[in-house]
């Protein structure tokens, strides 16, 4: 698979591959994150999301891996398919427990090749 | 029912017009939020109701008004705009407003200011 090491807004590749979009976060006291998928000409989707109490957490061909420690936070897409073709925002919450504010990253844009 | 609906979905309006951009959820959320996202950046908070009680607004404009007027809906009245405001608006639900809360968004207004 493809992956990168430090966030680059494109990333292409081969339809079958896995694909790994990471994501530097900027605040320690983050508690919550969060992948969305956004389509064009749609609101972003939920993919998955992670506490800060976990490392990594799985679905359904996709994982979140969470380092506190450098603040990065990595999704994993396997058998990567054409209808995966989006802008990828990783998210994280600002906010103390009552408060959410969640704020997004910069996003990377996944081109799966037939 | 699990989505979030805005309308309009496109809307062109002068810079001396006032409009209102509509968005509803009947997934019993007490949480709803209004983002902007303008062409090939991440989406930006603007402003968060919880329980019909604005909590966040991000220093934004006066010139862009919220209103919450019961749990279910959630409306953005706009006045005097400039064209730089042109962007999508994106409308989000979340179950309370906590910082441990994924988010619903719809899928947006596109606003394009003459």
């Known amino acids: 698979g493809e992956s990168v090491g430090l966030h680059l807004p494109t990333l292409s590749v081969q339809e079958g591959d896995n694909s790994i979009i990471n994501c530097a976060y900027s605040n320690s006291a983050s508690d919550y994150f969060i992948w969305y998928k956004q389509e064009s000409g749609k609101g972003p989707q939920f993919i998955i999301d992670?506490?800060?109490?976990?490392d990594k957490r799985q679905g359904q061909r996709v994982t979140v891996l969470l380092n506190k420690t450098v603040k990065h936070l990595s999704l994993q897409i396997a058998a990567t398919q054409p209808g995966d073709s989006a802008v990828y925002f990783c998210?994280?919450?600002?906010?103390?427990?009552?408060?959410?504010?969640?704020?997004f990253g910069q996003g990377t844009t996944l081109q799966v090749k037939p | 029912d699990t989505e979030v609906t805005q309308t309009p979905k496109h809307l062109v309006m002068g810079m001396t017009n006032k409009k209102s951009l509509k968005c509803e959820q009947h997934m019993g959320h007490r949480a709803m939020y209004w983002y902007k996202q303008k062409a090939k950046k991440p989406p930006e908070l603007m402003f968060v109701y919880s329980y019909e009680k604005l909590s966040i607004n991000e220093s934004v404009p006066s010139r862009f008004s919220p209103e919450c007027p019961n749990s279910s809906l959630l409306n953005l009245h706009l006045h005097a705009l400039q064209p730089e405001d042109s962007a999508l608006y994106l409308c989000?639900?979340?179950?309370?407003?906590?910082?441990?809360?994924?988010?619903?968004f719809g899928s947006g207004t596109q606003l394009s200011v003459l």
């Open positions: 998210a994280e919450n600002y906010g103390s427990s009552n408060t959410g504010k969640l704020i």
């Open positions: 992670i506490r800060s109490n976990m």
């Open positions: 989000a639900s979340s179950l309370v407003g906590q910082s441990n809360e994924k988010l619903f």
